[in-house]
């Protein structure tokens, strides 16, 4: 932000983080879970926070690392938070009584609060085939959400992607694209002292 125009890296900005609140107990068929006493229910159980995105200071600039070690701190403690778990019976409560359209239009009211939207998914460390064809690569993100940014990222044979959809006519993304990869490369320089190859 602070590239396009001076001083809008103070600009207050949240975002929202949903964070997968499923138990994993081993894999289940789809016929386990929708019994009445499953022991890992079908549907997603999920979670969100909002993480205030830190400002960005004279400092940040000259070491982008400090940046990153406040935006982790932050998350963290927010992870840690009592306030996840409240959120999450919350949302199991309102379903139970009120039924999924009330969740929903809950969950809609709280992302047009929001700057900008990340998920993550870990996904398999073997390679996948779908209809005997390998799958080279794979990303996600979230659409229909009332954010003018929604990041997915996605782990995949050991790679990381990342996956973002802008509002159409309020965010270039050409622009955006560029920035990003301008802010990856001074993170990756400061950490490891040398720029990183180019992706593929």
Avoid: C
């Amino acid at each position: 932000m602070e590239t396009v125009k001076q001083g809008s890296g103070k600009a207050r900005t949240t975002s929202l983080v949903l964070l997968n609140t499923r138990m994993f107990g081993g894999y289940k068929s789809v016929q386990e879970m929708v019994k009445p006493d499953a022991e890992v229910p079908w549907g997603n159980h999920f979670a969100f926070m909002s993480v205030s995105i830190p400002k960005l200071s004279a400092s940040d600039v000259k070491d982008p690392l400090q940046f990153v070690w406040k935006a982790r701190k932050v998350i963290q403690r927010k992870r840690s938070s009592f306030a996840v778990f409240l959120t999450a019976k919350y949302l199991q409560l309102v379903r139970k009584f009120r039924g999924p359209e009330a969740v929903s239009k809950h969950l809609h009211g709280t992302l047009k609060n929001t700057s900008l939207g990340i998920t993550n998914v870990i996904g398999p460390m073997e390679q996948m085939a779908l209809a005997n064809h390998p799958v080279k690569g794979l990303y996600f993100v979230v659409t229909g959400a009332p954010q003018s940014l929604m990041t997915g990222v996605l782990s995949y044979m050991g790679k990381l992607r990342v996956a973002a959809l802008v509002e159409k006519d309020f965010i270039d993304p050409q622009n955006f694209k560029f920035h990003m990869q301008n802010a990856f490369d001074m993170i990756f320089k400061a950490a490891f002292g040398a720029s990183p190859s180019p992706a593929n």
